[in-house]
């Protein structure tokens, strides 16, 4: 592939895939509804947690830059049956991100367009699908030109964010505001510790540009870095603000749609205009973010021979057509499917915990892999080994907890998809083996 991202254009992509705004809009309000008083203390875990698994990333990236990202360094380390186990996770986790962010950005095209489908899953399901063969038609035409529009995407984003979260910090703070409420023990911080995985995820799409990044092997490592820091610190300014200015239940009532709550209270249609018009940049740039780490992961795993082999091959742009192609028919049939839900908080809401808890699952097995490649490396053994080896730790504790706190049809979902996978990990283990 063409080498054509400087670190600049990695930083952007890092962080237009966490996307603050969307992240926001859809994930603070299930956030506080769990963690209260104290979401940006369940925040700063998650981003101290993530930077010990980023900074694995950027030593992994220098010694194996692999577009495969976290799929690659669980094979180099654990060997071809671990490694194709990690591409599954990879692929269940990241198929469902897709999904839950095309069906935010039908909500919001919808309430500005025709206010009456909103509430119509098939209606929102039907416009994100279209959010999706746009995202996807992009980035046919190359990453370079994808790179450009998150930049325009992103820095509007990043303005409109800095302008509420202003006028959110001047506004009186309101009677029974989240922010006046004692701190929820610890046990009630773990499933928004789980649902935070989801909303700062995303930096780790630089590792996957590594075979199109220019200069030294670090640069998406510190790109991804540096977009996980600059998106946590704005998340936590803003969740800080916006906690002045509405009660639990406030939020309790609109978890799908926490920017527009906070606008309604700022300001109403104007507020809520501009709000939806940033949460809808901010989707964009997020959903395309997300297809391409899918694709770059496909691209990997089709050379490898995990996936078919058409997957691993290159146009004569030498861009992986196909894996973009498949990913957003991909994208589109299963946003098409969550349109069925009975209602679009029901479908959000089983896509959230399941993609939460396989997104903390394979920065446990990146961060392991980490682990077992420095561990005899003295120059290494903090953020290659001690480091990392705390992030599996704490994932490890926080998945189980959440996997014991979840409801029953999500446990059955994670249970089962991974029980899925087993056999598949074994069989396309063994068959990538005998190629590579």
Not at 151 to 170: G, P, Q, R, S, W
Not at 357 to 365: D, E, K, Y
Request: aromatic letters at 8%; glycine letters at 12%.
């Amino acid at each position: 592939m063409h080498r054509v991202l400087k670190l600049a254009d990695l930083f952007v992509i890092a962080a237009a895939s966490i996307g603050p705004a969307f992240s926001l809009a859809t994930i603070f309000g299930p956030m506080v509804a769990v963690g209260g008083s104290g979401t940006p203390l369940a925040l700063a875990i998650v981003a101290a947690i993530m930077i010990c698994v980023a900074l694995a990333y950027r030593r992994l990236g220098e010694r194996h830059p692999d577009a495969g990202s976290a799929y690659a360094w669980v094979r180099i380390a654990f060997g071809p049956a671990a490694g194709a186990y990690a591409g599954w996770v990879l692929i269940v986790a990241n198929i469902f991100a897709v999904v839950a962010t095309s069906m935010p950005a039908g909500t919001y095209t919808l309430s500005l367009l025709a206010p009456g489908l909103v509430d119509t899953p098939f209606a929102d399901a039907l416009v994100g699908a279209g959010w999706v063969l746009a995202a996807g038609t992009l980035l046919y035409f190359g990453l370079r030109p994808t790179a450009r529009v998150t930049y325009v995407l992103l820095v509007a984003e990043l303005v409109i964010l800095a302008v509420v979260a202003t006028a959110a910090l001047l506004h009186p703070v309101v009677s029974h505001a989240v922010a006046t409420v004692a701190l929820p023990g610890v046990y009630a911080l773990v499933p928004a510790i789980v649902i935070g995985i989801w909303m700062i995820d995303g930096w780790e799409v630089s590792a996957s540009t590594a075979e199109e990044s220019e200069g030294s092997p670090q640069t998406p490592g510190l790109g991804g870095l540096t977009g996980l820091l600059v998106s946590a610190a704005v998340l936590g300014l803003c969740m800080t603000a916006f906690m002045r200015v509405g009660t639990l239940d406030g939020y309790a009532a609109h978890v799908g749609d926490a920017m527009g709550f906070v606008g309604s209270i700022l300001g109403g249609k104007a507020w809520r205009l501009a709000i939806s018009i940033v949460v809808l940049v901010s989707l964009a740039a997020s959903l395309q973010t997300t297809l391409v780490y899918l694709t770059r992961s496909f691209f990997a795993l089709g050379r490898d021979r995990v996936l078919p082999g058409a997957l691993g091959r290159l146009d004569h742009r030498r861009q992986p057509a196909a894996g973009v192609a498949l990913i957003t028919i991909l994208g589109i049939v299963f946003t098409l499917v969550s349109g069925l839900s009975p209602t679009l908080k029901m479908a959000f809401d089983f896509i959230l915990g399941g993609t939460s808890f396989f997104l903390g699952a394979l920065f446990l097995m990146s961060a392991a892999a980490a682990v077992r490649i420095f561990a005899s490396e003295r120059t290494a053994r903090i953020d290659g080994m001690l480091l990392p080896g705390l992030a599996v730790v704490a994932l490890a504790v926080v998945l189980g907890f959440s996997l014991v706190q979840g409801t029953l049809g999500n446990r059955i979902f994670i249970l089962g998809s991974a029980a899925v996978g087993i056999p598949l990990a074994w069989w396309r283990g063994r068959a990538s083996a005998a190629i590579v």
